[in-house]
């Protein structure tokens, strides 16, 4: 079991950035990737990006080009980028870990709220 908290929510007006990180901790061996969902206001959780113990990564469509996932194995830390920020984009920002295809651990997640 691991256990994540997501942190670098905020409110932030439109065309900005953030940061957010996802520390993760535990028994993080069998963990095959780590994804972003986010969940706006009256809506389901959506998927957001995805990246795999060997790096590579991949997007939803409503976010490709502005949304960046890393890690950081060191710190054991996953960051999601966003760039350009929407008033759609606000949310709650979840970080999921992947073990053997299926969501193991979530995150208590991250507020964001763009302002136009």
């Known amino acids: 079991q691991v256990q994540l908290v997501e942190s670098g929510g905020g409110l932030v007006q439109a065309g900005g950035s953030l940061r957010l990180s996802c520390a993760v901790s535990?028994?993080?061996?069998?963990?095959?990737?780590m994804s972003w969902y986010r969940q706006a206001p009256g809506k389901q959780r959506e998927w957001v990006a995805t990246?795999?113990?060997?790096?590579?990564?991949n997007y939803a469509n409503s976010v490709k080009g502005r949304f960046t996932v890393s890690r950081d194995n060191a710190k054991n830390t996953v960051y999601l980028q966003i760039v350009s920020l929407k008033p759609e984009d606000t949310a709650v920002y979840y970080c999921?870990?992947?073990?053997?295809?299926?969501?193991?651990?979530w995150g208590q997640g991250t507020q964001v709220t763009v302002s136009s």
């Open positions: 535990g028994t993080f061996s069998s963990i095959n990737a």
């Open positions: 990246i795999t113990n060997g790096g590579l990564t």
């Open positions: 999921a870990a992947i073990k053997a295809g299926s969501i193991s651990s």
